[in-house]
């Protein structure tokens, strides 16, 4: 495979993930006071931006087995990192992992685990 047809499969994937009409809101952990000598105090988050994403339909036993409640994909240069949270419609996952898929060399899409957000509830 050339040049060329690898840069034409890279194309053809980032078509396909942005055929999908999913997107995604990318949230990042930010912790305040990191560097105070009593360290992090409260943690907030930073919205990075909107990507587009596929969500994959995985069988309940395929998503047990690698350990994640979703898998989708995206762009290589979505910018998402590990820990980052993505909110899909209504629902928040954390980025539990980022795997490149390539075909010769070349970095098509990244292939993410999601779990889904574990929140405490209010006390009230």
Do not use: C
């Amino acid at each position: 495979m050339n040049g060329r047809q690898r840069q034409q499969t890279a194309a053809d994937v980032a078509w396909m993930i942005r055929q999908s009409g999913q997107t995604a809101t990318i949230f990042r952990p930010q912790a305040a006071g990191e560097d105070s000598f009593y360290g992090p105090r409260e943690a907030t988050e930073a919205e990075i931006g909107s990507i587009p994403i596929e969500v994959k339909a995985l069988p309940p036993k395929d998503l047990a087995e690698i350990g994640a409640n979703a898998v989708a994909s995206v762009l290589p240069d979505s910018g998402v990192q590990e820990q980052d949270f993505l909110r899909i419609g209504s629902t928040r996952y954390r980025v539990s992992e980022i795997k490149p898929q390539n075909l010769f060399g070349q970095i098509t899409h990244f292939d993410l685990h999601l779990e889904l957000e574990k929140r405490e509830a209010a006390h009230g």
